[in-house]
């Protein structure tokens, strides 16, 4: 079993940073993607961005492109969340799963574990 925990939420200001962590615990494959997933009160879980373990390769939803960045740490079993320009939009729980590599990356029913999530609130 892999258990995930996410931490680095908080509130910040509109135009603000946050980075958040996703700790992983058990074995972690090499064939494994980690996402990111946020949810609002009231909306449905949606995708954020991903990350291969191996090659480290990403996707972004259009709605982050070009002000969030995955990155990890293999060493440490460590995914991160770089959130820059941040705006009121992206207040919302945000979460960490699992999955292998395989299919499509998007859909939050094909992750297979999932961290408690972390609460990340931007101020106007």
């Known amino acids: 079993q892999v258990q995930l925990v996410e931490s680095g939420g908080g509130l910040v200001q509109a135009g603000g940073s946050l980075r958040l962590s996703c700790a992983a615990s058990g074995r972690t494959f090499s064939n494994y993607a980690m996402g990111w997933f946020r949810q609002a009160p009231g909306k449905e879980r949606e995708f954020v961005g991903a990350?291969?373990?191996?090659?480290?390769?990403?996707s972004y939803a259009d709605s982050v492109k070009g002000r969030f960045t995955i990155s990890r740490d293999n060493a440490k079993n460590t995914v991160y969340l770089q959130m820059n320009s941040l705006k009121p939009e992206d207040t919302a729980s945000y979460y960490c799963a699992a999955k292998y590599y395989t299919g499509s990356f998007y859909r939050a029913q094909e992750y297979d574990y999932w961290g408690q999530g972390t609460q990340v609130t931007v101020s106007s």
């Open positions: 990350i291969t373990w191996s090659g480290g390769s990403t």
